[in-house]
């Protein structure tokens, strides 16, 4: 079976890689679709996306359509008999899912139909939710409606961010796609509809990143774990310009003589009060400067610092 996988990011890649390193009979990838080059970082170099550059480290064309004409043009050149998205950030169209026999499939990052959308793993942490997952799904018209081709569910640690839990979810996406492909190779696939209540993940703004420190530290920490790295929590502090980064922390729920926002430095602890608990604060990073201590930047802010509005 001729496989094409559709992707952007880190994440696809680790897809790519597991299907390379599979060396299954029942598979093979002919090629790579992925985003346009685009400017990165402060000097706008224009660099291809990770999965891009990968392909191109493995030998494999990489074509890179930027309309749905071209999508549809590079399917026809790369005669794939299944295509698989994997947080590919384009909407497949009807004339694009009709070119491979087998349609296309989406490797989703929740366990469907909760957190429909572009980040599943942030909306899971916000929530709360204690296990999340993977649905590979046949996509279809719809938002992440299509019907599920497999899925594997995952326990979320207490303390893991949501880059991490995305890499974990990643590894686990590779592995579920490889014994799925050969399923499906074999006959022996078997689909189900989606059924139970659906939620939406829509892209998180800069803003989501925002902590309030008037909500008790659980509430508090589970955003920074929601938001960290992308879209980045942040606070400010009042009387300095600019957004301060938390970069890492962890919940205190035993310290509850600070006020919200409070910051005190304790036996070389940042904690930062809560409406109940704190929260303890290892690493920041002020605005137009490098990531430091958060020791070290509490030295340098001076005495009564306080975060938030």
């Known amino acids: 079976m001729r496989v094409v996988l559709a992707g952007s990011p880190e994440v696809a890649v680790t897809t790519l890689d597991a299907l390379l390193a599979a060396r299954r009979p029942e598979f093979e990838v002919v090629g790579v679709i992925s985003q346009p080059a685009r400017p990165v970082g402060r000097k706008k170099i224009i660099t291809p996306t990770p999965l891009a550059q990968a392909a191109e480290g493995h030998g494999l064309p990489c074509l890179t359509p930027d309309d749905p004409r071209g999508l549809v043009d590079a399917l026809q050149q790369l005669q794939p008999d299944l295509a698989v998205a994997v947080a590919y950030g384009r909407m497949i169209g009807e004339e694009a899912r009709a070119v491979p026999r087998h349609g296309w499939w989406n490797v989703h990052f929740s366990l469907l139909p909760a957190h429909r959308g572009a980040t599943p793993v942030q909306h899971a942490l916000l929530a709360g939710d204690r296990r999340t997952g993977v649905t590979i799904f046949q996509i279809d018209e719809g938002l992440d409606t299509g019907d599920i081709v497999a899925q594997a569910s995952h326990q979320i640690e207490p303390f893991v961010t949501a880059g991490e839990l995305l890499s974990e979810l990643a590894e686990i996406g590779g592995s579920l796609l490889v014994d799925t492909l050969v399923a499906e190779a074999s006959g022996s696939l078997e689909r189900r509809v989606q059924d139970g209540e659906a939620s939406l993940a829509p892209k998180l703004p800069r803003e989501a990143g925002r902590l309030d420190f008037s909500d008790p530290v659980n509430q508090v920490f589970r955003r920074w774990q929601a938001v960290t790295p992308e879209p980045g929590a942040h606070t400010t502090v009042r009387g300095k310009d600019g957004a301060l980064a938390i970069l890492?922390?962890?919940?205190?729920?035993?310290?509850?003589?600070?006020?919200?926002?409070?910051?005190?430095?304790?036996?070389?602890?940042?904690?930062?009060?809560?409406?109940?608990?704190?929260?303890?604060?290892?690493?920041?990073?002020?605005?137009?400067?490098?990531?430091?201590?958060?020791?070290?930047?509490?030295?340098?802010?001076?005495?009564?610092?306080?975060?938030?509005?």
Do not use: F, H, N, Y
């Open 248 to 309: 890492r922390a962890r919940p205190a729920p035993d310290v509850v003589d600070l006020e919200p926002g409070q910051v005190v430095l304790r036996e070389s602890r940042v904690l930062i009060g809560c409406a109940r608990g704190a929260l303890d604060v290892t690493e920041v990073q002020p605005a137009g400067k490098k990531p430091m201590s958060a020791a070290d930047w509490l030295r340098g802010a001076g005495s009564d610092v306080v975060c938030g509005d």
